[in-house]
């Protein structure tokens, strides 16, 4: 089994910073992609940032310019750095991990965190 434990969430004013982080442990043999989505009541799910094994980012167009998503490898961990904060950012941040475990390095399961509420006051 793996856990992913998120932190950084918090309350905010517009136009601040907050700091996500988010450790992947457990049976892991690598991780493939890394991520974060995030998610406000009455509405899906919907992608924030992810980052694969090789470095590789794909953003949402929301948050182009403004969030980072970063990862060290050796600890299992990703970031998320959120600059420029709006309103309308405010949500559950869940963190997502596909995971290759060490019993078949060629299978994947994915695995979510219990996600971490950031709200922005405007």
């Known amino acids: 089994q793996v856990q992913l434990v998120e932190s950084g969430g918090g309350l905010v004013q517009a136009g601040g910073s907050l700091r996500l982080s988010c450790a992947a442990s457990g049976s892991i043999f690598s991780i493939n992609v890394m991520g974060w989505y995030r998610q406000v009541p009455g509405k899906q799910r919907e992608l924030v940032a992810v980052?694969?094994?090789?470095?590789?980012?794909n953003y949402a167009d929301s948050v182009k310019g403004r969030f980072t998503i970063s990862r060290d490898n050796a600890k299992n961990t990703v970031y998320l750095q959120m600059n420029s904060l709006k309103s309308e950012d405010t949500a559950v941040y869940y963190c997502n991990a596909k995971v290759r475990p060490p019993w078949n390095a060629k299978s994947e399961y994915e695995f979510w965190g219990q996600g971490t509420q950031v709200t922005v006051s405007s």
């Open positions: 980052i694969s094994s090789g470095d590789s980012r």
